[in-house]
């Protein structure tokens, strides 16, 4: 079973950039398809992107498309989220998840209730 832990997490001002990364242990991360989703103050969780394993198909919400990358390293159990031309309305905690037994080449989808596994978060602020 993997445990998930980001960072990368702070205060940033519109059109700035930031990194978000999560390590994964405890399990093989590469057979795991990733995600990261936000959830903003009263507001339900939201999917932003998604990777297949082992990393070549990814899949992003309309929001997010063309400002933000989802890649992942499995040879340091990380996935990532390169976030630039931030706006404040992407502030949020971020999430990453991880899917079980996701066929290779398909990436893991928006929906959280297919994720096996979470991470705790780290908070993004973006002030205008």
């Known amino acids: 079973q993997v445990t998930l832990v980001e960072s990368g997490g702070g205060v940033v001002q519109t059109g700035g950039s930031l990194r978000l990364a999560c390590v994964g242990s405890?399990?093989?991360?590469?057979?795991?398809?990733l995600g990261w989703f936000r959830q903003a103050p009263g507001k339900d969780r939201e999917f932003v992107a998604a990777?297949?394993?082992?990393?070549?198909?990814?899949e992003y919400v309309d929001s997010v498309k063309g400002r933000f990358t989802i890649s992942r390293d499995n040879a340091k159990n990380t996935v990532y989220l390169q976030m630039n031309r931030l706006k404040p309305e992407d502030t949020a905690v971020y999430h990453c998840?991880?899917?079980?037994?996701?066929?290779?080449?398909?990436?893991?989808?928006?929906?959280?209730?297919?994720?096996?596994?979470w991470g705790q978060g780290t908070q993004l602020t973006v002030s205008s």
């Open positions: 990777i297949s394993r082992p990393g070549r198909v990814t």
């Open positions: 405890g399990g093989v991360f590469s057979d795991y398809g």
């Open positions: 998840a991880a899917r079980d037994s996701i066929v290779t080449g398909m990436t893991p989808g928006s929906d959280s209730k297919l994720y096996h596994h």
